[in-house]
């Protein structure tokens, strides 16, 4: 069965703390794809990166970066320097290539606060 | 840039009416979504829709919903009689390719069921 943890329900950090955002999840596919999602207090869903199963190398964005290890089943997301903007929810999210259609299952979210 | 687009923002409706949601996808893309938030809750998925058919579909997404795509621009999710407890904020999301793409969403309809 497919499942996305985010243990850490709030986060709250001070301005230009750094901070890491976890996702532990589970699926018996070889191959899938992981993503973080963003949720500004706006509402919408702003996509921030896809990863597939294969490429473990991580990746760094300006002041985000993401870990993935598959040896762990987690793909962790880091803000450098966090800035008040940061403050969102943050989803992370597990599709499945057996799920031709690529539904989209979500963790419970993460809430960012950066206080100034 | 290309994007997802959603109306109205806000829906209230009476518990019994039907609503419709209805969405824009991005042009070159083929498969469509909906999901559903209820406030203060993770994103759930509904139903895709590849193909001008329903391609999967989840518990939440009983007979009380419906998919349509009335032209080649409109996706729509229409509730035929909603229940207080189907007030969320709904999400359209398309993708070029299934499994192996990226969705975009929209900005959602927050509905309301008084």
């Known amino acids: 069965a497919q499942k996305v943890t985010q243990a850490q329900t709030e986060i709250s950090v001070v301005e230009k703390e750094d901070v890491t955002l976890d996702c532990v999840y589970e699926?018996?596919?070889?191959?899938?794809?992981l993503f973080w999602y963003k949720q500004p207090p706006s509402g919408e869903l702003v996509f921030l990166i896809r990863r597939n199963s294969f490429d473990e190398q991580n990746e760094i964005s300006g002041r985000y970066s993401w870990n993935f290890q598959k040896s762990t089943s987690s793909f962790n997301f880091t803000i450098t320097a966090s800035q008040v903007v940061d403050s969102a929810v943050y989803f992370c999210a597990l599709s499945e290539d057996d799920s031709l259609t690529g539904k989209l299952i979500f963790g419970q979210g993460t809430t960012l606060q950066v206080k100034p | 840039e290309p994007e997802v687009t959603q109306t109205p923002s806000h829906q209230v409706t009476q518990m019994g009416q039907e609503v419709i949601l209805r969405c824009v996808p991005i042009s070159n893309h083929l498969y469509f979504y909906w999901y559903r938030q209820i406030l203060g809750q993770k994103v759930e998925f509904l139903v895709s829709?590849?193909?001008?058919?329903?391609?999967?579909k989840s518990e939440i997404f009983d007979d009380q919903f419906s998919v349509e795509r009335p032209d080649g621009s409109n996706f729509t999710l229409k509730i035929r009689s909603t229940k207080l407890e189907d007030s969320a904020m709904y999400f359209c999301a398309s993708n070029v390719r299934g499994g192996a793409g990226t969705q975009y969403f929209g900005p959602g309809t927050r509905l309301t069921v008084l």
């Open positions: 699926t018996r596919d070889t191959t899938y794809y």
């Open positions: 829709f590849y193909n001008n058919e329903i391609s999967e």
